[in-house]
């Protein structure tokens, strides 16, 4: 498996093909993945998050802590998460600066976080959220990709179901084992979902939620 920086046209096509989301975050680096047989899988991409507070409970100030906001892969890779193992070796080469990774895991998509469980990341807080989303397509999608699509394609937003988004499990991963030490005070127990049966096949890389096609394992031993 080999990461390269990927380009603002891969980035968009992965994320708007791949991922659940459907929309462009602000990205900071981002990386595409490629299989053994060379064959392209898509772009992990890292940001500086959606608040400049971001590293204020953990006591690091902006450009020290960033984002990991889309994993969009088709499932051709071997181990997703040896592909984010890899992309974090080499933010800590392109970003030396930045000491830890966060991300989150949108229970709203069943998401529990599974791919960080499984190597290692500390769960740190559930957040609750008073904002709403809507079932679009077979999927309940964020407010703001449907206000985008009310703007760009007409789309009617009285005629979708809604309902109160159901919040986030927020996930930090240090970059070095010393604040690893410092933040593991922080972490919390993780929260399991019932569905899961393990951590098994690579076609929910979709949804950030698998190891791969292969059994995961601690990203320290990669990056």
């Not at 064959?39 to 902006?62: D, H, R, T």
Request: with cysteine.
């Amino acid at each position: 498996m080999i990461l390269k920086k990927s380009s603002k046209k891969a980035n968009k096509y992965a994320i708007m093909n791949y991922h659940y989301s459907k929309r462009m975050p602000n990205i900071r680096c981002s990386y595409s993945v490629f299989n053994n047989k060379n064959e392209w899988c898509g772009v992990i991409a890292y940001g500086l998050g959606a608040s400049p507070s971001i590293g204020k409970p953990f006591n690091l100030v902006q450009g020290e802590i960033i984002e990991l906001v889309r994993v969009a892969l088709n499932g051709k890779q071997e181990s997703t998460s040896k592909a984010i193992a890899l992309s974090l070796k080499l933010l800590k080469k392109h970003c030396p600066s930045v000491k830890m990774v966060v991300s989150y895991a949108d229970k709203g998509q069943n998401h529990y976080g599974t791919i960080y469980q499984a190597t290692n990341w500390l769960f740190v807080n559930e957040s609750k959220s008073s904002g709403t989303e809507y079932f679009y397509k077979g999927r309940w999608t964020h407010s703001k990709t449907i206000s985008d699509l009310v703007r760009m394609r007409g789309l009617k937003r009285d005629s979708l179901k809604s309902r109160k988004m159901s919040g986030k499990l927020k996930y930090i991963y240090p970059l070095n084992k010393n604040l690893k030490k410092e933040m593991i005070k922080l972490s919390k127990p993780y929260i399991k979902n019932l569905c899961d049966s393990g951590v098994n096949g690579s076609t929910s890389s979709f949804q950030d939620e698998s190891g791969g096609s292969i059994p995961t394992e601690s990203l320290y031993n990669y990056a």
